[in-house]
């Protein structure tokens, strides 16, 4: 009895028959000769079915075959520099489980919109497949790199009572008689987690009902968030350049071939360690009106001066020290200058924006206090938030990674879409 191999691990049976179990991806028909491309999820390698080598019924079935249509294949595996992978199956036998007719993406060019009806089968294609397997391996490395330095997994709530950042681009939903709202972060719980184990994460789900339709938004997207007790600025800063740095390398390192399949620039990655160029919010905002773009002082960037900011430099580059007006409540006010907070986003290069958020947070009671009552927050949401101020306070830092931001980067992408199996943006929720 043959035994199953998946694709991804033909090498290691060169001259062996073996079964792979699978979907045709590709056929060229070439009369007495089949080539078959053939996919199982691991990897695609192609088979030969040789009219003089197989039974008839079997050879019937390399003719028959059709795109996507499910099948069972036994050969023997040969080396072939030519072959894709650089292996080929010489087919003994081939067995059709299920004939698919008029399946409906086709080698020809399809719009946008019909991809996105279709994505429980664009899926399937090799780019989507290449972009999933990087985000897997991003999501792993994240984890890794985490778990490794004293980072405790500790889930926060998707439900919640209370905004993080105000209530504008929140999803609201009714809890038993009270309001609630879908998460946007998970941060406020990770600064209780911290003060019982110093270093905490959560990773999930995050809801933004923001009404951007650009290449950098989703409605639904994955956030991981790292807090660290006993961490100012700079030390969230040096953080964030080592997970980062460890996210892209894990990357190429694992994921060569997909990266290799999506065109990507290898080389842009390659250089993607530390340190990270660090530049002020002001400093910023000189570079920002040098390239000819209009933002007042006090306001947030928004993707052309963030893009105008991060061409400056080839890799990701740290804006830090914004006005406090334009950030979360619950951020430190700088020593130096109380106008400003020790805030800093990291935006990645070649245009994708930023990718982190986060900095220091208050660690005074009564400077929260003030800052609730100055962001009109519902202080009763906030005593627990407050009581973390009122019982062993300390200087403590965060940020949150978005996944889907990370891996467009990482992949090269046009748009964020292709980054998560079944994306939410405006205006779709199918499939």
Known sequence: MTDQVYIADVAKHV?????????????RDKGRLQFLVLRDGTGLIQAVAFEKEISAEAFEAAVA???ESSLVATGVVRADERAPGGYELSLSDLRIVQLTQDYPITPKEHGTDFLMDHRHLWLR??????????RATVIRAIRDWLDSHNFLLVDAPILTPSACEGTTNLFETEYFGEKAY??????????????????????????????SKTRRHLIEFWMVEPEMAYADLEECMQVEEQFVSYIVQRCLEERRPELTTLERDLTKLEIITPPFPRIQYNDALDEIHKAGLELPWGEDLGAPHETAVASLYDKPVFVHRYPAACKAFYMEADPQDASLSLSVDLLAPEGYGEIIGGGQRTASLELLEQR???????????????????????????????????????????H????IPFPRTLGRIYP
């Not at 294609?125 to 990087?134: G, L």
């Not at 300390?394 to 996944?403: E, I, M, R, Y």
């Open 15 to 27: 001259g062996e028959q073996i079964t792979i179990k699978g979907w045709l991806y590709n056929k």
């Open 65 to 67: 075959v059709t795109q």
């Open 125 to 134: 294609s090799s780019q989507q497949w290449a972009i999933m397997r990087v």
């Open 182 to 211: 879908l998460t946007q972060s998970g941060q406020l719980y990770n600064e209780a987690t911290i003060m019982a184990f110093g270093r905490t994460y959560c990773f999930g789900p995050t809801f933004r009902a923001e009404k």
């Open 372 to 414: 609730i009552a100055e962001h009109k927050l519902p202080r009763e949401a906030f005593e627990w938030y407050l009581d973390l101020r009122r019982y062993g306070s300390v200087p403590h830092s965060g940020f949150g990674l978005g996944v889907e931001r990370t891996v467009s980067w990482i992949c090269g992408l046009e």
């Open 416 to 419: 964020i879409r292709q980054t």
